[in-house]
């Protein structure tokens, strides 16, 4: 009898330890591959904190970029938020109203800069004297002399100049580019002016004339020219040296 009893408690030991060996087994692959159902309410725990993440951060005045109003709706509703899709579609309006505040904003300022000064009027050229005028055709004839360049000297020259004693005018130009081409250096400086008007167009102009070149000995004189204005131009109709 005891035979018996002793073998029935190791058969029921025996189904307790197979009971748990089996238990145990289930219970470690239930561990390695859980089930679909709770996979998916483990994902949807990891949105809702996700979205309440990006929440907070929003809170704390992160602007999230401007997207699309419908994809906005819909990572709200996926991420658990409590929030109706309107609120979506408002942050979207206010990412994309934020760029026009900040150019609004900017607009004042570009408007308050003081607009391109103009070009000061250029100044009206002073208008020259006849007695600057008739000194500053003197000198120009003195430095067309001194260069040498016959055609510069005679263009001085008015074509009613009176030549000394009546010459005929080709001669007494032909003589003078002689005169000038001769030496090999001419220098004549002038100075001392003394400028007389006789009314707007003519003037009589007292100078002091030095002539020196590698032909003659130095001559200064007192030379008296009558000029015309012609053409805008103070020309020479007559000339006298000496006092």
């Known amino acids: 009898m005891s035979k018996i009893k002793l073998g029935e408690w190791m ?12 238990s145990w087994t289930i219970w470690i692959i ?18 809702k904190a996700k979205g309440k993440q990006s929440q907070t951060q929003s809170a704390q005045g992160v602007i999230a970029p401007a997207g699309d109003p419908a994809k906005a709706a819909i990572a709200a509703a996926s991420s658990g938020a409590e929030e ?15 760029p026009a505040k900040i ?15 103009k070009p000061a009027p250029e100044k009206p050229l002073a208008v020259k004297s006849p007695d600057a005028e008739v000194t500053e055709a003197v000198e120009a004839w003195a430095k067309a ?3 040498k360049d016959a055609d510069g000297y005679l263009a001085w020259y008015a074509k009613d100049f009176k030549t000394p004693g009546g ?16 030496p090999k250096s001419i220098t004549v400086k002038v100075d001392s002016f003394k400028v007389s008007l006789d009314g707007e167009n003519r003037a009589n102009v007292t100078f002091r004339q030095d002539y020196r070149s590698d032909v003659v000995d130095p001559i200064v004189t ?6 015309a204005r012609t053409d ?4 020479i109709q007559r000339e006298k040296s000496g006092n």
């Open 145 to 147: 002399w001194s260069s």
């Open 222 to 227: 007192t030379k008296t020219l009558v000029m």
């Open 167 to 182: 010459e005929p005018r080709a001669a007494w130009e032909k003589n003078r580019r002689q005169r000038i081409g001769a």
């Open 11 to 22: 058969w029921r030991f025996l189904a307790v330890t197979m009971l748990f060996a089996v």
């Open 84 to 98: 109706p899709p309107k609120s979506a579609a408002a942050a979207s309006s206010a990412g994309t109203e934020e």
């Open 232 to 235: 805008g131009r103070w020309l």
């Open 30 to 47: 239930y561990q390695l591959s859980p089930p679909a159902l709770i996979m998916n309410a483990a994902f949807e725990a990891a949105a």
């Open 103 to 117: 150019a609004a904003a900017s607009a004042p300022a570009e408007a308050a800069k003081p607009a391109a000064e």
